[in-house]
């Protein structure tokens, strides 16, 4: 069901996109909720583990080959890749690398004070995200980095790569999908030369986090240097399914408050879209995701 009346961050919508997204989102769950009173099995209730907030979403048809999906931390695949996968979903297993955490926006900081109370919030918010695609969850326990970041440790790269191919082994068959490490952050760039080790070749663009997301331009330029011609670029419209890409970052609201804070991994996919709107028009919102050579799995 292709969203109606999408609000666009243009020269017109610049400073109101936050609040019409919000908008566009409630009438959007009017309409789903009204699916779901009639029936439709089609489309189900989550519930955001932070704020006790109710939605309703659509969950996606599946295609039948299987993906293995990498992350470094529980939100990263709602924030870069979940509106492609929400279009084209496939049977998923999601393997989170890092998953002890102490990173809640400041708002949450009394509720969640330490890593066990935070690490266990996200997991729950994660659980009920990836519920939308079935998917299977692998969490490998592994502590996120802390600021003042430095490079990864190798030793600490080996043994994520160990525990990953051990995850992997009791897994089926399938494509992988990873971080491209857009972004500077020492666990995307641990994940991502990772799964280059285990024969990842597909990855999504991943560029900083939540309310800086998609506004470091200096890495983007890092990343373009540091890959070359190495990947090829692909973009998926995600414009059919983007108040459903809404509804999972509202699941995640733990990282960042208010709701109407999160739109900005919205705005950058409309960003993301513009050379889709230049040759059809109808292309309003998209990802980035890069390839590079056939991959082994």
């Keep these: ?51 006790g907030q109710r939605f309703v979403i659509q969950r996606p048809a599946q295609a039948p080959r299987p993906l293995v999906v990498i992350e470094p931390h529980h939100d990263d695949l709602a924030l870069s890749a979940s509106g492609m996968l929400l279009s084209q979903s496939r049977p998923m297993t999601v393997i989170t690398v890092f998953t002890r955490s102490n990173t809640v926006h400041r708002t949450a900081r009394q509720r969640y004070p330490d890593e066990s109370a935070v690490s266990t919030l996200r997991a729950i918010e994660a659980r009920e995200a990836l519920r939308v695609f079935s998917a299977r969850r692998v969490l490998l326990g592994h502590p996120d980095a802390r600021p003042p970041y430095r490079p990864y440790d190798p030793a600490l790269l080996d043994k994520v790569v160990q525990d990953l191919e051990n995850a992997l082994s009791h897994l089926p068959d ?7 490490a857009v972004t500077r952050h020492p666990d995307h760039l641990l994940v991502h030369e990772a799964a280059r ?99 082994r799995r």
């Design 174 to 180: 399938a494509e992988l999908l990873a971080p491209a």
């Design 197 to 295: 080790r285990l024969g990842c070749r597909w990855f999504w663009e991943d560029v900083a986090f939540w309310s800086t997301y998609g506004l470091s331009v200096d890495d983007r330029q890092l990343f373009r240097e540091r890959v070359g011609d190495s990947l090829t670029e692909e973009r998926y419209d995600i414009t059919p399914v983007l108040l459903d890409k809404f509804t999972l970052l509202r699941l995640h609201a733990s990282q960042l408050q208010p709701d109407a804070a999160l739109y900005r991994p919205l705005r950058y996919a409309w960003t993301v879209a513009a050379p889709l709107r230049q040759r059809s028009g109808q292309a309003r919102f998209a990802e980035r995701f890069f390839r590079s050579g056939a991959s």
């Design 1 to 51: 069901m292709p969203p109606i009346n999408l609000p666009e961050p243009d020269a017109d919508g610049i400073y109101t996109f936050p609040e019409a997204l919000l908008d566009a989102h409630r009438s959007h769950q009017q309409v789903l909720d009204a699916q779901l009173c009639g029936g439709d099995t089609s489309v189900i209730d989550v519930t955001a583990p932070y704020t």
